[in-house]
């Protein structure tokens, strides 16, 4: 279910960006297959395929592309699909013989999504790189940290998932709402260069019109402004404070009980130093549960620096609908809530009734998962026939069963599919 559902995508196994892209696609309703190696690469973060959770909600086939045959089954998936990804760098999928000239002509509409660090073309095409290299390149490394400090790294957020797999997902469905009004693909061309520069935009606008220097700890947003950064509490946790409108800062020196002339005004950078070291020593007073209790619900702008981890959520938190925490795990849920009103509503809860009674009316399997998928030369044909069964388009059905059916839908009895591009699949 979702607004996605009816959109196939192959995705071709990688890691960062690409496996991102097909899980927020995937979340959104997509069906996604996933086209793993024979022999799984030493690429990434070793891990447990459980563990492994960006690859959530698809399945997957385990095939040799550099078989013919395997590569031929490709081909046939490729030509019932409306997207594909891959992450590889220039020049592997042309190699592969899986080009976008060899996949556009065996499927015109299709969406051709690439990802890269540096982009298709240009000296540092072919060269390794990761995140921080892509983001340091950009400059925007070099603006996180404090002052006197190394440029701190952001974890992989700002390069893979902000500027990879976050614009690979909006070029692909921009795309895709492109090739159902002209019946033509395209090839959507997402280097993390490119998606972390354009993520910076508000930042080159600000160091243009001189409100922002090379000093890291001088800006406001980088931890130079007292009423910006974080302050360690009495137990040792520490609290996110962010009070930039002037009534929310005054509100909240009134809740610590600070009087509001000490600090001075909050626009004099030379008072910053001076305000910090008072608010520093307020916050050591309570701990983080205190102060969490005290502001936490409170137009003050403070929350909590909470440690990401299953159990060690905050009481503020506790009742956050964006966590899975099935299987003991801590990750996001499916986001951004798409929320059903008026007939659509209707239509989700007779939808989410169909789930519940086990019917599994609406359910689309692509292949059969397990945690070792390698297969000899290209996988078995079992799973190639079944892989390519799934993803074949519908017959058409009969006149009386058709008939029979839209009387049906008509007494209100049963919800038809979209009609659209939706596939209907046997169950294994």
Known sequence: MGPLKGIKIIEFAGIGPCPMTAMLLADLGATVLRIDRSEPPSLGIERPLRFNLLL???????????NAAARDLALRLIEGADALLEGFRPGVMERLGLGPDVCLTRNPRLVYGRMTGWGQTGPLAQVAGHDLNYIGLTGVLHAMGREGQPPTPPLNLVG???????YLALGVLAAIIEAARSGLGQVVDAAIVDGTASLATALFGLHAAGLWNDKRGHNMLDSGAYFYDVYECADGKWVSVA?????????????????RESLGRQADRDGWPLARSILADAFRKKTQAQWCELLGT???????????????????????????????RHAAGACPALLAYGPRKADAARGRQRQHDGSGAGRMVIARRTDTMAQPAGGSLSCRAYAVRL???????????????????????????SSGRSWRCRQP
């Open 391 to 417: 993803w074949r388009r519908p017959r058409p059905l009969p006149a009386a069963a058709a008939a029979r059916r839209a009387t049906t839908a008509r007494n209100g009895r049963w919800a038809p599919q």
């Open 160 to 166: 893979d998932f902000g500027g990879g797999a976050l």
């Open 243 to 259: 009070p930039l409108e002037r009534k929310f800062h005054d509100k909240l020196l009134e809740l610590m009980g600070l009087d």
């Open 56 to 66: 959530r909600n698809r399945k997957a086939i385990a095939l040799d592309l550099k």
């Open 298 to 328: 409170t137009d003050v702008c403070v929350a909590p620096a909470a440690i990401a981890g299953p159990g060690r959520r905050t009481p503020s938190y506790a009742g956050a609908e964006g966590l899975d925490r099935r299987r003991r």
